[in-house]
């Protein structure tokens, strides 16, 4: 009686006890664990022949059912506004996904053929290992504002207030969509400017950031991702080089 529950309690116990092995492997898949979800903002200009500003709606719809089907990833979600001479966009998605938006960026700003979009654009910031999504799905709004003279607008505020400040912003825009019934959503992302003019980022503001040098353009910030990372030590730049004497054992 007593050896069958023994051999019952080491039945049990030999089911449920890791070894070594695979207690050292159930670490490295935690520590190795990709984050599905980044965020992504920046600003552009919209090139001056643009016409009908849908247009950059219709071309990120476009896209991002390309790269979603070639990336096999998180879909894009966020919000696009656009003003009338510049957009904002946020975008929540896989790293692959994102990456692959600033470097459209890069492309539009410099072809030369076919409908042009945009002339320039900033990154604002490109947050990882985002916890949440911010916003349920990607819309695009084209608000009814007034053209703006971007000499008008002054500040002495620094960069690093004026961004975080603009983030803010769309991070509010975001919580108040999500907050508002299905039923009503369009109706109220028809009329953001007339609902919650205090939650849009002034026009004029994003002008300033595009001409912002402290901000990076998308080929300064593919430049520091792509391009290796080369340490040059102090004795790298002595001449002769200086030798080493290893010892020999005998």
């Known amino acids: 009686m007593m050896g069958d529950l023994h051999d019952e309690e080491d039945s049990v116990y030999g089911n449920t006890r890791l070894n070594l092995l695979q207690i050292i492997e159930d670490r490295n898949r935690t520590l190795n664990k990709k984050s599905l979800l980044h965020r992504l903002v920046y600003v552009a200009k ?5 016409h009908d500003k849908r247009d950059l709606g219709s ?3 476009k ?16 919000m696009l506004l656009v003003y009338p001479n510049h957009f904002i966009h946020l975008v929540e998605s896989s790293t692959e996904m994102l990456w692959s938006v600033i470097r459209d960026l890069r492309d539009q700003s410099q072809q030369t053929a076919g409908p042009p979009l945009i002339v320039n654009s900033k990154i604002l910031v490109m947050s990882t290992n985002v916890d949440t999504r911010l916003f ?3 819309s695009f709004r084209v608000l009814n504002l007034p053209a703006s003279r971007l ?7 620094p960069i690093e207030t004026l961004v ?3 983030l803010a912003l769309m991070l509010k825009l975001g919580a108040y969509l999500a907050k ?7 109706n109220v992302m028809d009329s953001l400017h007339q609902k919650v003019p205090d939650l849009l980022i002034p026009q004029d503001l994003l002008g300033y950031l595009l001409n912002s040098l402290d901000l990076c353009s998308p080929d300064q910030f593919l430049n520091k991702y792509d391009e290796p990372f080369d340490v040059i030590l102090d004795q790298e730049l002595v001449w002769p080089l200086p030798t080493k ?3 020999i054992h005998r």
């Open 46 to 50: 919209l090139h001056e022949n643009l």
């Open 151 to 157: 000499e008008e607008y002054e500040t002495t505020e």
């Open 136 to 138: 349920n799905q990607w």
């Open 245 to 247: 004497t290893f010892p």
């Open 59 to 61: 071309h990120y719809e």
């Open 63 to 78: 896209k991002f059912k390309q790269w979603q089907n070639h990336f096999q990833g998180e879909g894009a979600t966020g």
């Open 180 to 186: 508002q019934p299905k039923v009503t959503l369009k």
């Open 164 to 166: 975080p400040e603009c």
